[in-house]
């Protein structure tokens, strides 16, 4: 699970932080968290695409002219489907999140019997929705979960799908693979295919993944992949 947690209180996210690495720790559920200390700092450094399963978002940020619900109509505009809950001291600010469909609040400080139900609410949302890629590798079946593939390179008569925790190679085609995949992945070369929901930034000759890693772009598919891009995070 990605989580993100934005709020200018620095005791506050590393609390939150804290506690959220217990969780992954206590349920078995691998966990990267970012802190963010300003609303600014997380739309410049994600720069539209927010990589994450849920974002912790402090609504009183002390910041001019950008509060934390601003921030969350800023999410919306290209994201619809990462869940944010709201971090507050006031109660009377709980009825501001219906517009960006806020899935909770919590009450500063941040404690365990409010925050793990939430993770463990995001989690059971994930599962609903998780789809498998089933490949057979060294003569066995292998079940990979498609949200963890990063691209996919053909290679001669071999396919190698690089993932999150690392690259698996198959043989077969890269057309073949094609059929078996769910909607969100896009040709970015004839020999590769993206996985665009960890795509960070489309260029006309190179797109970049989550992680720093670099796939080629064809001017051919450059166009479509740049359309697919856009419409991703429009509908999601």
Sequence with gaps: MRIAICDDERTLTET?????ERWS????????VRTFSSG????????????????????????????????????RETDRNTAIAFLTSHPEHVFAGYEV???RYLMKPVAEADLFPLLDLVRESGERER???VLEVDGEQ???EEEDILCLEARGHTVVVETASGP???????????????PGFAAAHRSFLVNLRHVERVGRA???LEGGRTVPVSRGAWAALSRAFLDYYREV
């Design 142 to 144: 292998r079940r990979v």
């Design 168 to 182: 698996v190679e198959v043989r077969t085609t890269l057309s073949a693979l094609s059929k078996q995949l769910g």
């Design 16 to 20: 939150a932080a804290a506690l959220a």
């Design 40 to 75: 600014r700092q997380l739309l410049f450094e994600t720069a539209g695409s927010y990589p994450f399963d849920l974002l912790l978002l402090d609504i009183d940020l002390g910041e001019e002219g950008l509060s934390g619900l601003d921030v969350a109509r800023r999410v």
């Design 25 to 32: 720790r206590d349920h078995g559920v691998p966990c990267a």
């Design 131 to 133: 789809r498998f890629l």
């Design 101 to 103: 469909s806020a899935l």
């Design 206 to 208: 190179e797109c970049l």
